[in-house]
């Protein structure tokens, strides 16, 4: 357990924790804790907060499931205000969004801008797997899974050769468009496979540094999870 000494708790006994997700980078939300939180959430590795209205302690997903797991734990230079760095199950607000600081309150364009992170990809995610489980004729995605892997397979071939084509042509906007309906339908692949984004980000972030140049390691298919028929 690290030496808690340096924290510096309120007159309350609370310390604010802001807590921003590792990979993109996005602020998810705002908690408190008091110490005892704050060791549990270093013992479990599972955020811990100090509820104010209820008075008591509670975990983040403790209900819900969407818990928060914790990479690494920050101070301020005053010591008065920590950062935590979690890896999101789920989504962090109570109302279904990703985030917390979804309402804008000025902005210096007409229309608000929501944020374009990495949390995008894995609330997309969280709906392909929603929408695998439900009837063909209720959902695109349950459609295209019935029809079997070949058929989602196909359809990332078909967007990626949109998006060569959109390229040739040169228009910006053309190109964003094929290229979501691209990573769309990568995504549905990954839910075929039970893989998270999480991991895509996690070899992403194992290549930084590392020479392009070099023989890529090749994952054995027996290392896949098996997709129930």
């Not at 990495?118 to 439900?134: F, G, N, S």
Request: aromatic share 6%; hydrophobic share 40%.
């Amino acid at each position: 357990m690290p030496d808690l000494s340096v924290v510096q708790f309120n007159e309350q006994g609370l310390i604010p924790a802001i807590v921003q997700d590792a990979s993109s980078g996005q602020v998810l939300m705002l908690a408190y804790m008091n110490r005892e939180a704050l060791e549990k959430t270093l013992d479990t590795g599972l955020t811990h907060y100090w509820s104010r209205s209820r008075a008591r302690l509670w975990q983040k997903g403790e209900t819900s499931g969407h818990r928060q797991h914790v990479r690494e734990i920050r101070y301020d230079c005053d010591a008065d205000t920590l950062l935590v760095l979690v890896e999101q199950e789920g989504v962090a607000c109570h109302t279904g969004k990703p985030s917390c600081f979804f309402q804008v309150l000025s902005s210096s364009s007409s229309q608000a801008i929501a944020p374009a992170t990495a949390a995008i990809l894995e609330h997309l995610y969280e709906v392909v797997l929603d929408r695998k489980q439900r009837a063909p004729q209720e959902s695109y995605v349950a459609s295209l899974m019935a029809r079997g892997q070949d058929q989602v397979l196909k359809k990332v071939v078909e967007e990626a050769a949109e998006v060569v084509l959109a390229s040739k042509n040169g228009r910006a906007e053309e190109i964003l468009y094929e290229m979501a309906d691209l990573w769309f339908h990568s995504l549905v692949a990954l839910g075929w496979h039970h893989l998270s984004p999480q991991g895509v980000f996690q070899e992403l972030q194992r290549r930084l540094g590392t020479s392009g140049l070099r023989s890529p390691q090749h994952i054995p298919s027996s290392d896949l999870p098996q997709q129930s028929a």
